[in-house]
């Protein structure tokens, strides 16, 4: 589920989002972004420096770095990132891209042992932590790897073989990192059904779980148009890791714009050619507001943690469904259904709050409440629909309120519908 492309598969991060970092807890758990570093060319140290910050504010530990192998500039933008990382007690571990580049043996037996002794770098059992992004056939290759860096902890991503082949492989991996954190085509809610599997199969080996808020891509110059139903991901996924308790968790993506994945406001140095009209104005930093509390309800085990604050995060389509045509987009990857069967025309809110509330929405001069229809610890998930409704979109709860931007009945300037959402804060 991304762009195989090498110098421009899509990811970044943005704005702040309210949150305060949260401490390492004993039982070692920990939380991760998926970066790419790929968008990267030209990036300043000032730009690593904010993503880090903001990254660390919602509790997430530190980046998996996205990197390709023919990028030119991997060698500044990767020593820009440990040094900066360095400085912020963050985590880095090399992610290599193995769909959308070739790697020689050399190639990442040169990048592991130039960063493995950095502060920076992610160590288990005294070994440097690493992954990738697909590259089953590549499997034989790591046992010289690891003879040639004087070890390393291996925890990719091979989901293209289903846990079963995953399985197959224990002998060759320290753990596993499952990229499948978005619906099946035709699905519109995810099941932890290969999270199971994929525990399972691991024999108590670490399990990386990947969580993602969103996924719609447009790109016809790389046969990408598809959207995967979203409307209750973000809070489906964090209540599933609750009950999943993996060893780690990835999050896609930090700043994967043509994906619409990210989990902050556009960059537009970092937007693929193409994804710039689904893209421009639809900031996602908002997603940010809840991960503080989820983050330490898993690493704590326990839903009863205390909230750093009271409020809200709200995530809607700015047309409706149907107001026009789909432009081609299909229900997930691999779908042949229109993506307009796989969304309905609603505002999706996850709510923060040590009492359950319920949340007032007005979409132009229409007005209505609502209440929570389904809650986990501290956090409640509610959906208001706007079928038949326009006009700027207000949420308040708890005595505050926000505007976020007006839903339409026209169709976008593309011609066809936009399935990708603004997220606002309350």
């Not at 963050?90 to 050399?106: G, R, T």
Request: proline share 4%.
């Amino acid at each position: 589920m991304r762009l195989n492309i090498v110098a421009a598969v899509v990811l970044l991060v943005g704005s702040t989002a309210a949150g305060v970092a949260i401490p390492r807890q004993g039982n070692g758990r920990q939380v991760f972004a998926h970066y790419m570093v790929g968008l990267t060319s030209g990036q300043s140290k000032d730009q690593w420096q904010k993503d880090i910050t903001e990254a660390k504010s919602a509790g997430i530990d530190g980046f998996a770095l996205n990197v390709g192998s023919a990028d030119s500039w991997n060698a500044q933008q990767l020593q820009l990132a440990y040094d900066t990382a360095s400085s912020n007690s963050f985590d880095l571990f090399l992610s290599f891209d193995m769909a959308a580049s070739s790697w020689s043996v050399d190639q990442v037996v040169s990048l592991v042992n130039q960063y493995k002794g950095a502060n920076s770098q992610l160590k288990v059992n005294g070994k440097p932590f690493v992954s990738t992004f697909e590259g089953p056939t590549w499997a034989d290759n790591w046992a010289a790897v690891r003879s040639a860096t004087g070890g390393i902890f291996l925890v990719p991503d091979w989901s293209s073989l289903g846990a079963q082949g995953v399985g197959s492989k224990l002998s060759q991996i320290d753990g596993a990192f499952n990229w499948g954190a978005w619906p099946n085509a035709n699905e519109y809610t995810i099941t932890t059904g290969n999270d199971q599997a994929y525990k399972s199969t691991l024999q108590g080996k670490p399990y990386m779980m990947g969580v993602s808020p969103y996924f719609y891509t447009d790109l016809p110059q790389y046969n990408k148009n598809w959207y995967s139903s979203s409307d209750s991901l973000w809070y489906d996924r964090w209540k599933q890791v609750l009950d999943i308790q993996p060893e780690y968790i990835e999050i896609i993506t930090w700043n994967d714009y043509g994906e619409s994945s990210y989990i902050n406001d556009p960059v537009a140095a970092q937007i693929v050619s193409g994804a710039e009209g689904y893209v421009d104005g639809f900031g996602h930093s908002a997603f940010r507001f809840v991960l503080p509390y989820f983050i330490s309800a898993y690493k704590t085990g326990n839903t009863n943690v205390e909230l750093p604050s009271e409020g809200a995060v709200a995530w809607y389509r700015t047309t409706p469904a149907a107001v026009c045509g789909n432009g081609g987009t299909v229900w997930g990857q691999g779908g042949s259904a229109s993506a307009a069967s796989g969304t309905k025309d609603v505002i999706s809110i996850i709510a923060l709050s040590n009492s359950p509330k319920d949340i007032t929405v007005a979409i132009g001069g229409t007005t209505q409440t609502v209440s929570a229809s389904s809650s986990v610890g501290k956090a409640s998930f509610y959906e208001i629909d706007f079928s038949g409704k326009s006009g700027t979109v207000t949420i308040t709860f708890n005595g505050k309120s926000t505007t976020g931007p007006a839903i339409s009945a026209e169709c976008p300037s593309s011609g066809h519908v936009n399935f990708n959402s603004v997220a606002i804060q309350v």
